[in-house]
C-alpha cells in the first residue's frame, strides 16, 4: 500500500515538472523573502548543515548560496525537479532523491535547520504525517531548527491537483510536539504567477536541548 502511494506521488511530481518550467508552477517565487528571513532569524552558522525538504526546483538554494550559506542537502521525490537546480548549482549543493514520507538514509541529529516550504501539507494520511515527523525527529539536532511553511486554514484546499490539508502556527505546534518551541511565525499571502492568492503561514520553531 505504501510503495504504491509513493510510486503515484513520484509519478505526479515528475510530470508536473516535466511539463512546466520552474518558472510556471504556482508556488514559484523569485525570491522566498519570508523563508530567507526565518533562516537568518535563527542565527544558524553559515556552515550549518540546511536540509530543504521537498525542494522541487526552487530559487531558495541561490538566495542561501549568495547569503554565504555553504552546506545544504536539497531532496525531493522528483528527480526532474532537482535536475533543474542542478544544472544551476551542480555541486555547490547535496542533492538526494528521496520520500520524506518514508525512513531517510540521513544520520541522526546530523541537520542544522529543516525547511520546508509547501511540502508537508500534502500528506493527508497518518502514515504519511508520522513518516514524516519520525524523520524529522531524527535527523534535526537538540537545539536545531524546524522551519515549515503550509496554506493556512483560509487558503485553497488543493495545490497541484491534490487534495491537502490546511494548518495554522497552533496546529503545526500540536503535529511537532513539546520538543519544539514556536519562535516565529507569519501569516502572508503568496502572488502565483497566474496572479492567484494563496494564503500562507509560515512557522520557526527550535528544538529544546
Ligand atoms: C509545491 S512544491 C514546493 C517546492 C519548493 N519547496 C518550493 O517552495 O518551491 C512541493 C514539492 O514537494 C515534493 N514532494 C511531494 N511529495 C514528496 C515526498 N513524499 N517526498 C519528498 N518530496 C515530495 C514535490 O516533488 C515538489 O517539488
Redesign the pocket.
Known amino acids: 500500500m505504501v510503495a504504491k502511494r509513493?510510486d503515484s506521488?513520484?509519478e505526479?511530481?515528475?510530470s508536473?515538472?516535466s511539463s512546466k518550467s520552474?518558472q510556471e508552477?504556482?508556488?514559484?517565487?523569485a525570491h522566498?523573502e519570508v523563508?530567507m528571513e526565518f533562516i537568518n532569524n535563527s542565527k544558524i552558522v553559515k556552515d550549518a548543515r540546511i536540509l530543504?525538504?521537498?525542494?522541487?526546483?526552487?530559487?531558495?538554494l541561490d538566495d542561501l548560496l549568495k547569503e554565504g550559506y555553504s552546506n545544504i542537502v536539497a531532496?525531493?521525490?522528483?528527480a526532474s525537479?532537482?535536475a533543474v537546480s542542478k544544472q544551476r548549482l551542480a555541486d555547490l549543493i547535496v542533492w538526494e532523491v528521496?520520500?520524506?514520507?518514508?525512513p531517510l538514509e540521513i544520520e541522526e541529529n546530523s541537520i542544522d535547520l529543516w525547511?520546508?516550504?509547501?511540502?508537508l501539507h500534502?500528506?493527508t494520511s497518518k502514515i504519511?504525517k508520522q513518516?514524516?515527523l519520525d524523520n524529522l525527529k531524527m535527523v534535526v539536532r537538540g537545539g536545531g531548527f524546524v522551519i515549515i511553511?503550509t496554506f493556512s486554514p483560509e487558503g485553497a484546499s488543493q495545490?497541484?491537483g491534490l487534495d491537502l490539508e490546511q494548518y495554522d502556527e497552533e496546529m503545526l505546534e500540536q503535529f511537532l510536539g513539546l520538543e519544539f518551541e514556536l519562535i516565529q511565525f507569519k501569516r502572508h499571502v503568496h502572488s502565483t504567477p497566474s496572479g492567484g492568492e494563496r494564503p500562507y503561514v509560515s512557522t520557526l520553531f527550535k528544538r529544546r536541548e
Open positions: 509513493s506521488t513520484k505526479h511530481w515528475q508536473v515538472y520552474a508552477v504556482g508556488w514559484f517565487q522566498h523563508s530543504d525538504v521537498g525542494s522541487g526546483a526552487t530559487t531558495l531532496m525531493d521525490i522528483s525537479a532537482l528521496a520520500d520524506i514520507t518514508h525547511h520546508d516550504r509547501a511540502v500534502f500528506f504519511e513518516g514524516y511553511e495545490c497541484s
